[in-house]
Protein backbone atom coordinates (compact mmCIF):
# COMPACT_ATOMS: atom_id res chain seq x y z
CA UNK A 1 0.00 0.00 0.00
CA UNK A 2 1.27 3.24 -0.85
CA UNK A 3 1.50 6.31 1.58
CA UNK A 4 0.29 9.47 0.31
CA UNK A 5 3.02 12.17 1.91
CA UNK A 6 0.93 15.61 0.44
CA UNK A 7 -1.70 14.58 1.95
CA UNK A 8 -0.10 13.61 4.73
CA UNK A 9 1.38 17.03 4.69
CA UNK A 10 -1.78 18.72 4.09
CA UNK A 11 -3.61 16.60 6.77
CA UNK A 12 -0.84 17.83 9.54
CA UNK A 13 -1.61 21.58 8.76
CA UNK A 14 -5.27 21.69 8.54
CA UNK A 15 -4.95 19.66 12.04
CA UNK A 16 -2.75 22.03 13.55
CA UNK A 17 -4.79 25.16 12.65
CA UNK A 18 -7.43 23.89 15.04
CA UNK A 19 -6.89 25.98 17.94
CA UNK A 20 -7.17 28.98 15.75
CA UNK A 21 -10.99 27.56 14.68
CA UNK A 22 -11.92 27.15 18.21
CA UNK A 23 -10.06 30.05 20.48
CA UNK A 24 -12.68 31.44 22.05
CA UNK A 25 -15.64 30.03 20.00
CA UNK A 26 -17.67 28.45 22.75
CA UNK A 27 -17.01 31.66 25.18
CA UNK A 28 -18.54 34.00 22.45
CA UNK A 29 -21.36 31.85 22.00
CA UNK A 30 -22.75 32.19 25.24
CA UNK A 31 -22.22 28.38 26.07
CA UNK A 32 -20.35 26.58 28.93
CA UNK A 33 -17.27 24.97 27.68
CA UNK A 34 -17.52 21.09 27.47
CA UNK A 35 -16.95 18.92 31.05
CA UNK A 36 -14.31 17.02 30.84
CA UNK A 37 -13.60 13.43 32.59
CA UNK A 38 -12.32 13.63 36.19
CA UNK A 39 -9.05 12.07 35.78
CA UNK A 40 -7.10 10.32 32.49
CA UNK A 41 -4.24 7.52 33.13
CA UNK A 42 -2.16 8.62 30.09
CA UNK A 43 -0.69 5.04 30.02
CA UNK A 44 -3.59 3.35 30.25
CA UNK A 45 -4.87 5.69 27.09
CA UNK A 46 -1.56 4.68 25.16
CA UNK A 47 -2.13 2.34 22.39
CA UNK A 48 -4.09 2.24 19.66
CA UNK A 49 -7.45 3.57 19.05
CA UNK A 50 -10.10 2.88 16.14
CA UNK A 51 -12.15 5.38 15.00
CA UNK A 52 -16.03 4.56 15.26
CA UNK A 53 -17.51 7.74 14.17
CA UNK A 54 -16.40 11.91 14.02
CA UNK A 55 -18.15 15.18 13.37
CA UNK A 56 -17.66 15.66 9.51
CA UNK A 57 -13.93 17.82 9.07
CA UNK A 58 -12.09 19.23 6.22
CA UNK A 59 -8.71 17.49 7.75
CA UNK A 60 -10.46 13.74 7.33
CA UNK A 61 -11.85 14.43 4.21
CA UNK A 62 -9.97 12.58 2.04
CA UNK A 63 -10.33 9.38 4.60
CA UNK A 64 -12.80 6.50 3.70
CA UNK A 65 -11.89 4.41 6.55
CA UNK A 66 -9.51 2.13 7.96
CA UNK A 67 -8.94 5.45 10.31
CA UNK A 68 -6.68 4.74 13.56
CA UNK A 69 -4.49 6.67 16.41
CA UNK A 70 -1.55 5.20 18.09
CA UNK A 71 -0.73 6.75 21.37
CA UNK A 72 2.89 6.49 23.00
CA UNK A 73 4.30 8.28 26.31
CA UNK A 74 6.97 10.10 25.16
CA UNK A 75 10.18 10.50 28.09
CA UNK A 76 9.77 13.98 28.03
CA UNK A 77 5.93 13.77 29.18
CA UNK A 78 4.40 14.43 25.39
CA UNK A 79 2.63 11.79 23.68
CA UNK A 80 3.38 10.74 20.36
CA UNK A 81 0.34 10.51 18.13
CA UNK A 82 0.19 8.42 14.78
CA UNK A 83 -3.18 9.29 12.45
CA UNK A 84 -3.94 6.35 9.53
CA UNK A 85 -6.20 6.39 7.26
CA UNK A 86 -6.83 4.66 3.68
CA UNK A 87 -7.78 6.93 1.31
CA UNK A 88 -10.36 7.20 -1.40
CA UNK A 89 -7.54 5.84 -3.44
CA UNK A 90 -7.01 3.22 -1.41
CA UNK A 91 -3.72 4.81 -0.21
CA UNK A 92 -2.59 4.97 3.72
CA UNK A 93 -2.28 8.64 4.93
CA UNK A 94 -0.21 9.14 8.20
CA UNK A 95 0.07 11.68 10.06
CA UNK A 96 2.51 12.05 12.93
CA UNK A 97 2.33 14.53 15.68
CA UNK A 98 2.72 15.17 19.21
CA UNK A 99 0.05 15.64 21.97
CA UNK A 100 1.35 18.00 25.18
CA UNK A 101 -1.24 18.15 28.54
CA UNK A 102 -2.82 21.33 28.90
CA UNK A 103 -4.77 20.33 32.58
CA UNK A 104 -2.16 18.38 34.48
CA UNK A 105 -4.73 17.78 37.21
CA UNK A 106 -7.09 15.39 35.50
CA UNK A 107 -4.88 14.67 31.93
CA UNK A 108 -8.11 15.27 30.36
CA UNK A 109 -7.72 18.59 28.11
CA UNK A 110 -4.91 18.11 25.91
CA UNK A 111 -3.53 19.61 22.37
CA UNK A 112 -2.06 18.39 19.11
CA UNK A 113 -0.07 19.54 16.82
CA UNK A 114 1.13 17.99 13.38
CA UNK A 115 3.22 20.89 12.06
CA UNK A 116 6.74 20.94 12.85
CA UNK A 117 9.48 24.03 11.24
CA UNK A 118 12.90 22.74 12.96
CA UNK A 119 11.97 21.07 15.85
CA UNK A 120 9.45 23.75 16.83
CA UNK A 121 5.77 22.81 17.04
CA UNK A 122 3.65 26.08 15.42
CA UNK A 123 0.39 25.19 15.74
CA UNK A 124 -1.58 23.30 18.76
CA UNK A 125 -5.16 21.86 18.56
CA UNK A 126 -7.41 21.37 21.30
CA UNK A 127 -8.60 17.51 22.68
CA UNK A 128 -10.63 17.02 25.43
CA UNK A 129 -11.55 13.98 27.06
CA UNK A 130 -15.48 14.19 27.35
CA UNK A 131 -16.18 10.74 28.27
CA UNK A 132 -13.89 7.55 29.09
CA UNK A 133 -14.74 4.13 30.14
CA UNK A 134 -13.66 2.91 33.17
CA UNK A 135 -11.96 -0.14 30.86
CA UNK A 136 -10.17 2.30 28.74
CA UNK A 137 -12.06 0.78 26.03
CA UNK A 138 -13.79 3.58 24.58
CA UNK A 139 -13.86 7.09 24.42
CA UNK A 140 -15.32 10.70 23.36
CA UNK A 141 -12.97 13.41 22.55
CA UNK A 142 -14.09 17.13 21.37
CA UNK A 143 -13.00 20.49 21.17
CA UNK A 144 -14.66 23.36 22.92
CA UNK A 145 -16.06 24.87 20.48
CA UNK A 146 -17.86 22.17 19.77
CA UNK A 147 -17.18 21.76 15.86
CA UNK A 148 -14.78 18.55 15.82
CA UNK A 149 -15.70 14.82 17.96
CA UNK A 150 -14.47 11.58 18.15
CA UNK A 151 -16.05 8.44 19.25
CA UNK A 152 -12.70 5.95 19.70
CA UNK A 153 -12.51 2.56 20.93
CA UNK A 154 -10.32 -0.04 21.66
CA UNK A 155 -11.68 -2.30 18.74
CA UNK A 156 -13.32 -1.73 15.12
CA UNK A 157 -17.17 -2.39 16.75
CA UNK A 158 -18.61 -0.60 19.39
CA UNK A 159 -21.34 -2.45 21.39
CA UNK A 160 -25.03 -0.74 21.08
CA UNK A 161 -24.90 0.35 24.54
CA UNK A 162 -21.55 1.91 24.53
CA UNK A 163 -22.64 4.04 21.24
CA UNK A 164 -25.92 4.68 22.94
CA UNK A 165 -23.81 6.06 25.86
CA UNK A 166 -21.55 8.33 23.50
CA UNK A 167 -24.00 9.97 21.44
CA UNK A 168 -25.58 11.45 25.25
CA UNK A 169 -22.14 12.20 26.36
CA UNK A 170 -22.01 14.20 23.04
CA UNK A 171 -25.52 15.60 23.61
CA UNK A 172 -24.95 16.55 27.02
CA UNK A 173 -22.19 18.23 26.10
CA UNK A 174 -23.96 20.68 23.63
CA UNK A 175 -23.32 18.60 20.18
CA UNK A 176 -25.35 17.68 17.87
CA UNK A 177 -24.76 13.89 17.33
CA UNK A 178 -26.81 13.47 14.53
CA UNK A 179 -23.85 15.16 12.40
CA UNK A 180 -22.01 12.09 13.49
CA UNK A 181 -20.53 10.19 10.56
CA UNK A 182 -20.00 6.62 11.45
CA UNK A 183 -16.35 5.06 9.81
CA UNK A 184 -16.02 2.28 7.58
CA UNK A 185 -13.72 0.02 9.55
CA UNK A 186 -12.26 -3.82 8.67
CA UNK A 187 -14.54 -6.57 10.13
CA UNK A 188 -12.72 -8.38 13.52
CA UNK A 189 -10.79 -11.24 12.17
CA UNK A 190 -12.91 -14.46 13.58
Not at 111 to 120: A, K, N, R
Amino acid sequence: MRTSTTRSNLLRILFSLLPLLSAGVAIADGRQLPETVLRVDLDRYAGTWYEIARLPNGFQDQCAGNVTADYRRLDDGNIEVVNRCVDKKGMLDVAHGVARVVDRATNAKLEVSFVSLFGWRLFWGDYWILYLDDDYTHVVVGTPNRKYAWILARTTTLPTQAWERSLQVLLRAGYDPQKLVKTEQPEPAS
